[in-house]
């Protein structure tokens, strides 16, 4: 009788020390587990090493520019601060703008919102090769990024005068993370580009937007502009979202004239604001 009182005393005590590993492995675990913004990050890294294996561009492209390297401070704080965790709509633009993004490591963000609304802040290095018309002068930079001049007041706007609340349920990615400019300094988008070398450029990107939305675990995407639009009409992985598309914010693009306006119609239109006031 005494021995099996024994026993049992030795098997409460083996199983409460069993639980309490459990739990300090569990504690331990959780005080180790990556950041969410840092899984994103990750996958825009591995995008990044593709994209650096493809040596065959065409003559066209003199220069190749990749914020996410060389502005990675800010992009990094931009990840840190905005994105926490899942997200229910995630909006997409085709790559950074050259007073935007090229500058800040933000997609759109022209440098009064980066710096003065988001306060962000952090070192903006160099390009590998700088064309003379297409320097980086990151948050010191003077000219504002038109795109991002329009769909960052507007999202605040919507999101009663606070991209906190904005950002609460919705972030905003680029699908490509490069610039391309010609010997003269001209912009070349990923939607110009040509031949096999675009469609490469199209596979590896989509390949990573689509594990990114899963990360994300979003409902709806918002292609910002048609070219992005096209592309995730190609990706089965991406059917099971609702998918939209906003009119690009640039001044360049066809009919876009009164763009703030006309896009706060096709917000409410598309029923996004309690996605963007944070109130789903």
Same mark, same amino acid.
């Given at each position: ?8 005393q030795?098997?409460t005590?083996?199983?409460?020390? /069993? ?10 675990s959780?005080?180790?587990?990556? +950041?969410?913004?840092q899984?994103?990050?990750e996958?825009?890294?591995?995008? !990044? ?8 561009? +065409?003559?066209?492209?003199q220069y ?6 060389y502005?990675?401070?800010v992009?990094?704080?931009?990840l ?6 899942c997200?229910?709509? /995630?909006?997409?633009?085709?790559n950074?703008?050259a ?6 490591g933000?997609?759109?963000g !022209? ?7 988001m306060q962000l802040?952090?070192l ?5 090769e ?5 320097p ?10 038109p ?9 605040e706007? /919507?999101?009663?005068?606070?991209l906190d609340?904005?950002?609460?349920? *919705?972030?905003?990615? !680029?699908? *490509? ?6 010997k003269?300094g ?11 070398y ?6 590896v *990107? /989509?390949e990573?937007?689509e ?5 994300v675990?979003c ?6 502009g048609?070219y992005?639009f096209? *592309?995730?009409?190609?990706?089965? !992985? ?11 914010p640039?001044p360049r693009a066809?009919?876009?004239?009164n ?13 996004l604001?309690?996605?963007?006031r944070?109130?789903?």
């Amino acid at each position: 009788m005494l021995k099996r009182k024994l026993q049992n005393q030795a098997k409460t005590k083996e199983n409460k020390t /069993l639980k309490n590993d459990s739990a300090d492995e569990s504690r331990t675990s959780s005080l180790f587990a990556k +950041p969410f913004w840092q899984k994103f990050y990750e996958i825009e890294l591995e995008l !990044n090493e593709k994209l650096s294996k493809m040596t065959k561009k +065409p003559p066209a492209i003199q220069y190749i520019y990749n914020p996410v390297e060389y502005a990675k401070e800010v992009h990094c704080e931009y990840l840190r601060k905005y994105l926490n965790g899942c997200k229910k709509v /995630l909006f997409v633009g085709m790559n950074p703008g050259a007073n935007g993004m090229g500058q800040t490591g933000v997609p759109f963000g !022209n440098i009064t919102t980066v710096r003065d609304i988001m306060q962000l802040s952090g070192l903006v290095e160099q390009p590998h090769e700088t064309h003379p018309k297409r320097p980086v002068n990151g948050l010191q930079h003077t000219t504002e990024e038109p795109s991002g001049k329009r769909l960052w007041p507007l999202l605040e706007k /919507l999101a009663d005068g606070s991209l906190d609340t904005f950002f609460k349920q *919705c972030f905003v990615h !680029n699908f *490509c993370p490069l610039m391309y400019f010609d010997k003269h300094g001209k912009n070349i988008t990923p939607s110009e580009l040509k031949g096999d070398y675009k469609q490469e450029i199209l596979h590896v *990107c /989509l390949e990573t937007l689509e594990s990114l939305i899963q990360l994300v675990n979003c409902e709806i995407v918002v292609a910002v502009g048609d070219y992005v639009f096209q *592309c995730l009409k190609k990706s089965e !992985n991406c059917q099971t979202k609702r998918i939209m598309k906003l009119p690009h914010p640039s001044p360049r693009a066809v009919g876009n004239q009164n763009w703030p306006e006309k896009a706060d119609k096709w917000f409410h239109k598309e029923q996004l604001l309690p996605y963007i006031r944070g109130e789903l």
